[in-house]
């Protein structure tokens, strides 16, 4: 009898409680149906184009973009320049943000969805520590008078193509935070509003490359032009190969010549804040005249300082056309200027892999060779 009081108490509890989530579902629903969505800057629409300066803080810090001329730059990266769409994208969408529903007036839960200033806040739960928190921003004038200052917390639903995201905010100037809906994207991390552009030079380009380490170890690279069963665009060693040892993969042979296909930096300084008077030097020619000339110095967990300045020289050009990867004269020269334009007085951190491939060794592309086995009678 016990048992089947217990199961009809828990049934019975199990339907209250799914009617209670089905009245709060009405209510959150009848609360937004009921609230007429409104900007939650209405005056700012007017004002973006009077925007100079735009402050962010989170967890990670603090920092500050300033309009330079036709450029914006960050300070605290020696003035490095910033991404212009990613910094539009944020100042437009900060001005069109429309209020979906009130949230919560009370300081004590701001913490829940994100609101809190960052100073002060504290994560919800253990889900929370794994979101980048609230990040406070602040648009001001040329007169550095703040245009707008909120806080951009916990997102609901992310931006997918033409639906804006949602995510709740609080007007640093008033207790009550919101439910809004807009195009607002906050990277807490400094690195990620700068202008990521190096250069790009794909290995099917280059002719040799050469890497001459401070310790005077010198290794050159060059183009086998499909000898020996290889592909036209790998690599071989002009060292020749000792005894009893074999390159251990064409994949780590060609891992140098391509080193400048893909790179990206993790920070950035004006290259006078290190001494690269004693750095390694990796120099990748081209089959259409580009000479890159990559000055490293390691820097800890592995990763690589680097300094890149590129050179135009019609004498290296060798013509190949087979190859639709090369440059047109004219077309190689305004990527030296461009890169040059962007790279001249900066040095870069470059992760633990562009390190690697930048510096390789000759030692590190081989192994030992197999014995081959002996025929049996």
Request: glycine share 6%; aromatic share 6%.
């Amino acid at each position: 009898m016990k048992g089947k009081v217990g199961v009809i108490l828990l049934v019975a509890a199990v339907a209250l409680s799914g009617v209670a989530w089905y009245v709060a579902q009405q209510r959150e629903q009848a609360t937004e149906a009921n609230f007429a969505a409104k900007p939650l800057l209405p005056d700012l629409a007017k004002r973006v184009n009077d925007v100079t300066a735009l402050e962010v803080e989170s967890l990670k810090g603090r920092f500050r973009i300033e309009r330079a001329g036709e450029y914006w730059v960050m300070p605290t990266k020696d003035g490095y320049r910033v991404k212009g769409d990613i910094l539009r994208k944020n100042i437009l969408g900060i001005a069109e943000l429309q209020t979906i529903e009130p949230r919560t007036d009370k300081p004590e839960l701001y913490d829940r969805i994100q609101v809190s200033d960052p100073a002060a806040y504290k994560p919800a739960d253990e889900a929370a520590k794994a979101d980048p928190g609230p990040i406070k921003v602040k648009l001001l004038d040329a007169k550095n008078t703040p245009l707008a200052e909120l806080i951009v917390g916990k997102v609901r639903a992310r931006e997918i193509g033409p639906k804006p995201a949602e995510l709740h905010v609080r007007l640093v100037s008033d207790t009550k935070s919101w439910l809004a809906k807009g195009r607002v994207d906050l990277p807490a991390d400094p690195v990620a509003w700068l202008d990521k552009d190096m250069v790009r030079i794909e290995r099917a380009r280059v002719a040799s490359t050469t890497i001459r380490h401070s310790d005077g170890e010198v290794l050159e690279l060059v183009r086998t032009n499909g000898e020996s069963g290889t592909a036209k665009d790998d690599f071989k060693p002009v060292q020749a190969i000792p005894a009893g040892k074999k390159l251990s993969s064409q994949y780590d042979t060609n891992s140098a010549p391509g080193a400048l296909a893909f790179i990206a930096f993790d920070d950035v300084a004006r290259a006078a804040a290190h001494d690269f008077s004693k750095a390694n030097v990796t120099e990748i020619v081209t089959l259409d005249g580009v000479r890159a000339t990559v000055r490293s110095l390691p820097a800890a967990d592995k990763k690589a300082w680097v300094t890149i300045q590129l050179g135009y020289d019609p004498a290296l050009v060798k013509e190949d056309k087979d190859n639709a990867a090369l440059l047109k004269r004219e077309d190689a020269q305004k990527q030296v200027d461009e890169a040059n334009g962007r790279m001249n007085g900066w040095s870069y951190l470059v992760s633990e892999y562009a390190a690697r491939d930048l510096l390789r060794r000759f030692s590190e592309l081989l192994e030992d060779e197999k014995p081959k086995e002996e025929k049996k009678d």
